[in-house]
């Protein structure tokens, strides 16, 4: 369907088109426009039909091409990475790994569906419905065996440790993806295991749910929900895009450049404060919404949260755990 001028942008910036790709797009039609008219009036004698091929042709090369802006990707690439299924994808393989002991929010899955199985599929939720102290205690524990345990804090500002899911940030994030996922649900105060998931489970353990969780997380989970930054910057639309770019330099400040380069539109929904501009917003944005509170979580990276040294800024340090690349296989 053909884009009007005042209709949402398709690259998902929350702009009208006529303000946002339109120009770009304008440009590239101009472009391919003079170079069809160069080629016809070289060729006088061309019929309508070769003219279409030479049209599709120009077209053609111009989607596929590098650009730099993208870093090497193709519009064509780019919008697959923006607008595909989970599971149509392209030019990337995403794979369950061997071995999902590193990452907290698969061990803490398996927490909440033993608990349910030792239970005959379910288990009572507290008042508040939430997952009982039990369970909470019991991802507390598994602290020391993840690679965030490297950067320890105290439990009152822990994301993975504390009295109840409430103060567990991760395990929260956890039981909201099994939701969504299909995995569980609430009923009647009690926390349920779908018939069929206990079935996958039995048969072939937590890897089971590992795409589906990862699907939930990349496409209907909220990455706002935690924070209360005023921004309706939707970053999961871009998810695959970071994923590739950190995975190959492990730079946040690199990895904000890039964004902002590739989809300048996206700083018209961070608004400026007294304290910060734009561009400081989104990479907090990054940082709060993708670094930490999705690649920390999944265990996929972990991240330095020191900040400053002798009283100045210092660079984000990352560290990439060997679960990113054991999932994402680029093939760009």
């Given at each position: 369907m053909k884009l009007g001028r005042n209709d949402p942008c398709s690259c998902n910036s929350g702009k009208k088109y006529k303000r946002c790709c339109m120009v770009s797009a304008s440009k590239q039609h101009s472009e391919v426009f003079d170079e069809i008219a160069?080629?016809?009036?070289?060729?006088?004698?061309?019929?309508?039909?070769?003219?279409?091929?030479i049209a599709q042709h120009k077209i053609s090369g111009i989607n596929n091409s590098s650009l730099d802006d993208f870093c090497g990707l193709s519009a064509n690439q780019m919008d697959n990475?923006?607008?595909?299924?989970?599971?149509?994808?392209a030019r990337v393989t995403i794979s369950i790994p061997n071995e999902l002991t590193t990452s907290p929010v698969m061990r803490y899955l398996a927490i909440i569906?033993?608990?349910?199985?030792?239970?005959?599929?379910?288990?009572?939720?507290?008042t508040k419905g939430n997952l009982p102290a039990k369970i909470a205690k019991?991802?507390?524990?598994?602290?020391?065996?993840?690679?965030?345990?490297?950067?320890?804090?105290?439990?009152?500002?822990?994301?993975?440790?504390?009295?109840?899911?409430?103060?567990?940030?991760?395990?929260?994030?956890?039981?909201?993806?099994?939701?969504i996922a299909g995995i569980i649900y609430l009923k009647s105060g009690r926390?349920?295991?779908?018939?069929?998931?206990?079935?996958?489970?039995?048969?072939?353990?937590?890897?089971?749910?590992?795409?589906?969780?990862?699907?939930?997380?990349?496409?209907?989970?909220?990455w706002a929900y935690f924070d209360s930054f005023v921004s309706n910057c939707d970053l999961r639309t871009f998810w695959l895009f970071m994923v590739w770019r950190i995975q190959?330099?492990?730079?946040?400040?690199?990895?904000?450049?890039e964004v902002i380069t590739a989809f300048p539109a996206l700083l018209n929904e961070v608004p400026a404060?007294?304290?910060?501009?734009?561009?400081?917003?989104?990479?907090?944005?990054?940082?709060?919404?993708?670094?930490e509170r999705f690649l920390e979580f999944w265990g996929f990276i972990t991240v330095n949260p020191k900040r400053f040294a002798d009283g100045k800024p210092i660079a984000i340090k990352t560290n990439i755990q060997p679960l990113l690349k054991q999932t994402f296989a680029f093939d760009i």
């Open positions: 160069h080629t016809i009036a070289a060729n006088p004698d061309l019929s309508l039909d070769e003219m279409n091929l990475w923006l607008r595909a299924p989970f599971n149509e994808l569906l033993d608990e349910a199985m030792q239970q005959g599929g379910s288990f009572k939720a507290t019991q991802a507390s524990e598994l602290l020391p065996e993840f690679a965030v345990s490297e950067y320890e804090k105290p439990v009152s500002i822990s994301e993975f440790a504390g009295s109840n899911e409430d103060k567990i940030n991760a395990l929260h994030y956890t039981r909201i993806l099994a939701d926390f349920h295991v779908k018939k069929t998931a206990q079935k996958q489970y039995q048969s072939q353990g937590v890897k089971a749910f590992f795409l589906p969780m990862l699907e939930a997380a990349t496409t209907h989970y909220n190959i330099h492990g730079s946040v400040e690199q990895l904000t450049e404060t007294q304290y910060k501009d734009p561009q400081d917003l989104l990479g907090v944005l990054i940082r709060s919404r993708f670094i």
